[in-house]
């Protein structure tokens, strides 16, 4: 958002719905586990976002948390990194415990 | 509950007034469905729609059920004509534009707050329970309009001038939410309803609370229109309620 815009002071609604910003919405099913992202929406400010991704996203299941991400708030990796950062792990199999036998005589793995 | 027959007749009255406001304004924020600003805001007119018409439901079964004979929920929805209708005045005042309808939800959603509050401590259980859940309900739909006046109010030139023009058409109607008639004071010494005029001081303050936080002016207002709850409408209300009861009465009995 233009940094000459700030929300109301005493609400932190933000004015001007007529500029909407992308955020991204993740959901918690339950205490204990980590948040995950559900999808986005449209909104001018944080309020309006959290009201939005509690309507359009939790009308059907049980939900105990939302969070709301402006969306030019995420960093994301690059599509041209892909291979330089993901496909290096492909041939290091090492790495997974599965890779190592399980000796024998051990009985509480 | 062992009430004579005169109480019979006043709570049934009482629970078709709490059925009809909830039915006629869910049936008044369908019209968006479709139509709303953004997708979100539309799935968000919808849920609220959605809410009043499952309030309204609970309501107006209720209030069949104590009446002699007694008639269902279904019957009390599509089968009375516009006189035997009898929500407050607000809820019928027509959509108009986004403002319109944000200012007379944000009217009406301050007062149900404040109105379910007091009926969750009713005498009367059946009573209480609905009226616990569908606080819950109506304390999310305060939020929503809440923000939107502040959003409209402290908006643009011409988003705060529709708000204001908004609350100048629909304060007529407030006068209505707090008059106490015959109905109400036997509900009210029965220990079942609720001191609409006492809830006023509370609701005048929270509204223009939020009104100055989005730079809004409560009107000063000279009228206060009532009829509602007697079954005088305004013409507006035939058209709702052809369009609402079309189906049911051209097709009598009708299943999905």
Redesign the interface.
Same mark, same amino acid.
């Given at each position: 958002m233009p940094p000459n815009r700030q929300p109301?002071l !005493?609400?932190g609604?933000?004015?001007?719905?007529?500029e909407?910003n992308t955020w991204e919405v993740f959901v918690r099913s339950q205490n204990g586990i980590a948040h995950r992202h559900i999808g986005s929406?449209?909104?001018?400010?944080s309020?309006?976002a959290l009201?939005?991704a509690?309507?359009?996203y939790t !009308?059907r299941d049980a939900f105990v948390s939302l969070w709301v991400v402006a969306s030019e708030h995420v960093i994301s990796s690059a599509d041209q990194d892909q291979a330089a950062w993901f496909e290096t792990a492909h041939d290091k199999d090492y790495r997974q415990a599965t890779y190592y036998p399980v000796p024998d005589g051990v009985q509480h793995l | 509950m062992n009430l004579s027959a005169s109480c019979d007749t006043s709570l049934s009255d009482y629970l078709l007034r709490l059925g009809d406001n909830a039915l006629i304004l869910s049936q008044q924020l369908c019209g968006w469905c479709g139509h709303a600003p953004t997708l979100e805001e539309d799935v968000a007119l919808s849920n609220i729609a959605l809410d009043l018409l499952g309030q309204a439901r609970l309501w107006l079964e209720y209030a069949g059920a104590s009446m002699v004979p007694v008639r269902d929920e279904d019957d009390l929805a599509y089968h009375r004509d516009a006189h035997q209708f009898t929500h407050v005045l607000l809820v019928e005042q027509p959509n108009g534009n986004f403002a319109d309808t944000q200012v007379r939800q944000f009217l009406f959603d301050s007062w149900h707050c404040l109105l379910l509050t007091e009926l969750s401590r009713s005498t009367e259980p059946r009573i209480s329970a609905i009226a616990i859940k569908a606080r819950k309900e109506a304390t999310y739909h305060l939020q929503h309009s809440s923000q939107w006046i502040v959003r409209l109010g402290d908006g643009t030139e011409r988003s705060h001038r529709y708000a204001q023009r908004a609350l100048e058409q629909c304060v007529d109607y407030v006068g209505e939410l707090f008059a106490m008639d015959a109905v109400d004071h036997e509900m009210v010494r029965l220990g079942i309803g609720a001191d609409l005029a006492a809830l006023r001081p509370q609701w005048q303050a929270y509204v223009e609370q939020v009104l100055a936080a989005g730079n809004l002016v409560y009107p000063a207002s000279a009228l206060s229109v009532q009829g509602g709850r007697h079954g005088q409408h305004s013409e507006l209300l035939v058209g709702l309620l052809m369009e609402m009861q079309h189906l049911a009465r051209s097709y009598p009995g009708a299943q999905w």
């Open positions: 109301n !005493r609400t609604v933000m004015s001007m719905p007529n909407l929406v449209q909104a001018s400010d309020q309006m009201q939005y509690r309507d359009v !009308r | -």
